[in-house]
C-alpha cells in the first residue's frame, strides 16, 4: 500500500469515527386548524456537538397516514445549531382539509388518526459537507367526540363562575 492509500484509509477512518450532531423528534401536536386545513407542529431537538454552529441548509418532511402520503415538503434554510449545545426547531407541517376527508376510512375504526412523520434534517458539516440526519415519528391524534365536547363545554361553564351551587 502506497502513502496516498495509507492517507486516504486514515482520513476516512477519523472521519468515520468523529462524533456527529444527534437529533431527535420529542412531539408532535395539532398546532393550528383553519380554513385552509390543519397545521402539525414536530418538536425536534438538534444537539451539536462541535466549538461552532451548523447552518441546517433544509428540512424535508413526510407525513404518512393509513399508508398513504398526506403531506411533503420541504422547508429551506430554517437557521442554525447553536455550538456546543442543543436547539430545538419547530417544524410545521400543513395539511389541507380535502386530505383530511380522505382519511376517514382510518378515523371510523376507532377515532384515532395514526401517523408517521418522517424528516430528513440536511446540515453542512464542515469537511464532510452536506449530511442528512434521518428521524421518525409515530403517533396517533384521537379526536374528540360529540360527549367530550358537550362535557369539555359544561365543565369550563363551572371553572369560569364558581359561584353557581347546584342542589339535587
Same mark, same amino acid.
Given at each position: 500500500?502506497?502513502?496516498?492509500?495509507?492517507?486516504?484509509?486514515f482520513?476516512? &477512518?477519523k472521519?468515520?469515527?468523529?462524533e456527529?450532531?444527534?437529533?431527535?423528534i420529542?412531539?408532535?401536536?395539532?398546532?393550528?386548524?383553519?380554513?385552509?386545513?390543519?397545521?402539525?407542529?414536530?418538536?425536534?431537538? +438538534?444537539?451539536?456537538?462541535?466549538? +461552532?454552529?451548523?447552518?441546517?441548509? &433544509?428540512i424535508? %418532511?413526510?407525513?404518512?397516514?393509513?399508508?398513504?402520503?398526506?403531506?411533503?415538503?420541504r422547508?429551506?434554510?430554517p437557521?442554525n445549531?447553536k455550538?456546543?449545545?442543543?436547539?430545538? @426547531?419547530?417544524?410545521?407541517?400543513?395539511?389541507?382539509?380535502?386530505?383530511?376527508?380522505?382519511?376517514?376510512?382510518?378515523?371510523?375504526?376507532?377515532?384515532?388518526?395514526? %401517523?408517521?412523520? &418522517? @424528516?430528513? @434534517?440536511?446540515?453542512?458539516?464542515? +469537511?464532510?459537507?452536506?449530511?442528512?440526519?434521518?428521524?421518525? %415519528?409515530?403517533g396517533?391524534?384521537?379526536l374528540?367526540?360529540l360527549s367530550?365536547l358537550?362535557k369539555?363545554?359544561?365543565?369550563?361553564?363551572?371553572?369560569?363562575?364558581?359561584?353557581? +351551587?347546584v342542589?339535587?
Open positions: 500500500m502506497d502513502l496516498i492509500d495509507k492517507a486516504k484509509n482520513v476516512s &477512518e472521519i468515520a469515527n468523529m456527529k450532531p444527534e437529533a431527535t420529542t412531539d408532535v401536536d395539532l398546532n393550528k386548524l383553519g380554513f385552509d386545513g390543519v397545521t402539525f407542529h414536530a418538536k425536534v431537538a +438538534v444537539k451539536n456537538p462541535y466549538s +461552532v454552529s451548523i447552518p441546517i441548509m &433544509e424535508d %418532511y413526510v407525513l404518512k397516514s393509513a399508508s398513504r402520503v398526506i403531506a411533503s415538503g422547508i429551506p434554510d437557521g445549531i455550538a456546543n449545545d442543543s436547539t430545538m @426547531l419547530d417544524v410545521p407541517v400543513k395539511v389541507p382539509h380535502s386530505i383530511l376527508l380522505s382519511l376517514v376510512k382510518d378515523i371510523g375504526g376507532d377515532w384515532d388518526v395514526d %401517523y408517521t412523520l &418522517e @424528516l430528513g @434534517l440536511i446540515i453542512d458539516l464542515p +469537511v464532510i459537507g452536506n449530511f442528512t440526519i434521518p428521524l421518525s %415519528y409515530c396517533e391524534y384521537k374528540p367526540t367530550d358537550w369539555g363545554g359544561k365543565e369550563e361553564e363551572e371553572k369560569e363562575d364558581p359561584s353557581k +351551587v342542589v339535587i
